[in-house]
């Protein structure tokens, strides 16, 4: 690592990035003791390469989640006190670098985001005043539209190679597009948002007027079984976020949606269907008690 940074030699430093990476993924809280052997290095990567030219983006992009694995591997540990003053200062570098925006071919915005979701579960109530400005990022994504348009395959394109072509019964050839790039966007907004309420646990409960709403609506998202369980498990954290006093009456509300959806899926024999809204409902009454 010291040589690829030092002589900026990019293949060598991202051969050392991706084994950091591993390591990290695999030691967990025994990765504790080369914490403060490998930060600095991170630091330095993100203070000088610059982000004008793709390689040095993926560069970049590569560190900041190499750094994210570090951050959960000493979320590990049972005392985080001496590697938080590190992870507060990467949080404030990656948070005014997300401010001032990224093209959008970048990938160091992804890896932002998802560093941030990391240093969210970590610093729990520290990550306070870095959380309304992360939420309103993942939310503009959240809300994307994918434009899922089925039409016929027939019927002249300015691009007749976009989208691919299904036979659908009664129909005949039918041409299905769908916008890629917001489709990873939303998912990968739900994962966050997954992933941060079940990291901050209680902690969360400040943000759920926030995130309800959203996550609520696509509880059934018909369009992608990705968002849709994303949006399952961000609820059942909800519930435990918001506490007992509240969460057997937010539970009833929703009730419905579990119920509709299961008895849908029976009438359509649609058996996944049906196991993934009975998995998440036993997985949700457990998060009631």
């Given at each position: ?61 590569k ?10 591997a ?11 003053n ?22 160091q ?58 036979k ?53 998202f ?58 998440y ?9």
């Amino acid at each position: 690592m010291r040589i690829g940074v030092q002589s900026k030699s990019e293949a060598l430093t991202i051969e050392s990035l991706n084994l950091l990476h591993s390591m990290c993924n695999v030691l967990l809280a025994e990765f504790a003791p080369f914490f403060n052997d490998f930060m600095p290095y991170m630091k330095e990567i993100l203070n000088n390469v610059g982000s004008q030219t793709m390689p040095d983006k993926k560069l970049r992009a590569k560190a900041i989640d190499t750094i994210a694995a570090i951050i959960i591997a000493v979320g590990d540990c049972k005392d985080k006190s001496p590697f938080a003053n590190d992870i507060k200062e990467i949080t404030r570098v990656l948070a005014e670098a997300l401010h001032a925006g990224f093209s959008d071919d970048d990938p160091q915005d992804e890896s932002v985001k998802s560093c941030l979701t990391e240093s969210a579960a970590f610093l729990q109530q520290d990550f306070a005043q870095y959380m309304e400005f992360l939420t309103a990022y993942l939310l503009k994504d959240a809300v994307l539209s994918i434009d899922l348009k089925i039409e016929n395959a027939d019927v002249p394109t300015a691009n007749q190679d976009e989208g691919y072509k299904v036979k659908v019964q009664g129909l005949g050839e039918q041409r299905v597009t769908v916008n890629t790039p917001n489709l990873v966007k939303k998912t990968s907004a739900f994962g966050l948002i997954e992933r941060i309420a079940e990291s901050m646990g209680k902690a969360f409960a400040p943000f759920i007027a926030q995130f309800l709403p959203i996550v609520r609506e696509h509880m059934k998202f018909e369009h992608s079984h990705q968002i849709r369980k994303f949006a399952l498990k961000s609820f059942k954290h909800i519930l435990v976020a918001i506490g007992e006093d509240n969460n057997i009456q937010l539970f009833q509300e929703e009730l419905a949606t579990y119920i509709t959806s299961i008895t849908d899926g029976f009438a359509k024999f649609d058996q996944k269907n049906v196991k993934v809204y009975m998995k998440y409902f036993a997985e949700t009454l457990k998060a009631l008690n």
